[in-house]
């Protein structure tokens, strides 16, 4: 896989791409994850991307010919499956979305910023559009740095035990049953019996029963989908 991230704001982005998950999947070549400031793009002597909204209203919009310029010089290498756009509006980033698009080959990711960015970007050149929380981010590279972590961790291979990609949370709409380590009783705290047994087939029964009360108590949303 091959994400190219289009911002303003590489250094926001550049410490989660190197650390964890992220970083061993790459260096593992499972993805190949690129950052791209979009001034580099810019013809203006400043290296501006924004300009002032025709209609006058207040704030600066992203303008059209650095964003599609970067697009271009991208799309003209290699195909993308997707050329998405971190906005508020967007559709809700969730798991099963994140499953959809970690079997992608190659994806862009427009880090939005400032007011918003010239509407014709959204209308000719972006095929899909991201939010990932109903709140209102300073700029698109943090909903960037989530959908990459979530999308990459699925990547076969990313993580070390594949099986507990698959045993997230969410991932069978059923939050996680509780996890525990040694020591088996701290402070008097003690873990529940069942994990002790060594009992497999009633372990697993028991998780199973964990995630579905925790998720009627905590989401029963999940549950009603
Ligand atoms: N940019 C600003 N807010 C955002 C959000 N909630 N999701 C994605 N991109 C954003």
């Given amino acids: 896989m091959r994400i190219d991230i289009l911002t303003v704001l590489p250094e926001l982005i550049e410490g989660t ?113 991201i939010s990932i929380g109903d709140y209102v981010l300073t700029g698109g590279e943090l909903a960037a740095a989530v959908m990459c972590d979530t999308i990459v961790r699925l990547i076969p291979g990313a993580i070390g035990d594949e099986q507990s990609a698959l045993s997230d949370s969410f991932q069978d709409r059923l939050l996680a049953p509780p996890v525990y380590t040694r020591p088996a009783e701290y402070k008097g705290w003690k873990v529940p019996d069942i994990l002790l047994s060594g009992h497999q087939r009633k372990i697993s029964e028991w998780q199973h029963e964990q995630a579905l009360i925790r998720t009627r108590a905590l989401r029963p949303d999940l549950l009603d989908e």
Avoid at 24 to 42: C, F, P, T, W
Avoid at 89 to 112: V, W, Y
């Fill in 17 to 129: 791409l190197n650390h964890s998950i992220l970083k061993r999947a790459q260096d593992k070549g499972l993805v190949e994850i690129y950052l791209h400031n979009l001034r580099d793009y810019s013809t203006d002597k400043h290296r501006r991307v924004d300009d002032y909204p025709f209609g006058g209203e207040a704030g600066m919009v992203m303008q059209i010919e650095p964003i599609d310029r970067a697009i271009c010089s991208l799309t003209a290498e290699r195909h993308y499956d997707e050329i998405i756009y971190t906005s508020p509006d967007g559709e809700k980033f969730d798991q099963p979305m994140a499953n959809t698009l970690s079997l992608n080959e190659n994806m862009i990711i427009l880090c939005g910023h400032y007011k918003g960015i010239d509407f014709r970007i959204r209308e000719h050149l972006i095929t899909k559009e």
